[in-house]
């Protein structure tokens, strides 16, 4: 069964702590990989999308990357409005635009 | 631009009312989706469409139907609502480039839905 998980389900870091969360997908044939932020209380908004293995994007303080079973999403000296969660998602071969996404994390940010 | 617009924003139904939520966007984007959101779960997909009067079925399409007449709207129907379909439905719309049909989704501010 295609799946999509992430973790870890939620996070704090103290303002200037590098880390990285975890997307790992299980699916037949991958075509993307997305990643979306989502505040409270409103829908998602798109950062990056991830094509094939090897793949890097970067905005700000964000870098998303790509392999083969999973991506990563790394944050580099976040600050409090990096305070979110933040979604991953994929779209398969042979399924169209049914995209599968991820439960999320929860990050939080302390100044 | 508007963006993506959903209609209502919060709504609460006794069990086996029926309602629809409008979605609409103003950037002429061929796909459109319908997605609940429930804690813990994530995004599921309940239905989407690649282009006016085509519709699909996504993860969790039972006791939902859809309808796209018109290339900007996208209704999301609840024929007998239940407790179950307690939760907050996001729109999105998507587009198609010559390069790839796979690109960003842009999503409405949801609808809040409480079904007692």
């Known amino acids: 069964e295609d799946q999509v998980t992430q973790s870890p389900e939620a996070l704090r870091l103290q303002e200037g702590e590098s880390s990285s969360l975890n997307c790992s997908y299980t699916v037949s044939g991958l075509r993307g990989l997305f990643w979306y932020r989502q505040d409270p209380g409103k829908g998602p908004e798109f950062l990056f999308t991830l094509y094939s293995a090897g793949e890097e994007k970067e905005k700000e303080r964000l870098k998303a990357t790509l392999t083969k079973k999973e991506s990563f999403l790394h944050i580099t000296a976040p600050k409090p409005e990096d305070s979110a969660t933040y979604l991953c998602?994929?779209?398969?071969?042979?399924?169209?635009?049914?995209?599968?996404f991820g439960p999320g994390t929860r990050l939080s940010v302390l100044p | 631009n508007a963006g993506v617009t959903q209609t209502p924003k919060f709504r609460v139904l006794k069990t086996g009312q029926s309602m629809t939520l409008l979605c609409a966007q103003d950037m002429n984007h061929e796909y459109m989706y319908w997605y609940r959101q429930d804690p813990g779960m994530g995004l599921r997909l309940i239905h989407y469409?690649?282009?006016?009067?085509?519709?699909a079925k996504g993860e969790v399409p039972d006791g939902y139907n859809v309808s796209r007449l018109k290339k900007q709207n996208f209704l999301l129907g609840l024929e007998s609502a239940a407790p179950s379909q307690t939760s907050v439905y996001f729109c999105a719309s998507s587009y198609r480039t010559v390069r790839d049909p796979y690109n960003e989704q842009f999503f409405g501010p949801g609808t809040r839905l409480t079904v007692l």
């Open positions: 469409s690649v282009g006016e009067g085509t519709t």
């Open positions: 998602a994929v779209v398969r071969v042979n399924y169209g635009q049914n995209f599968v």
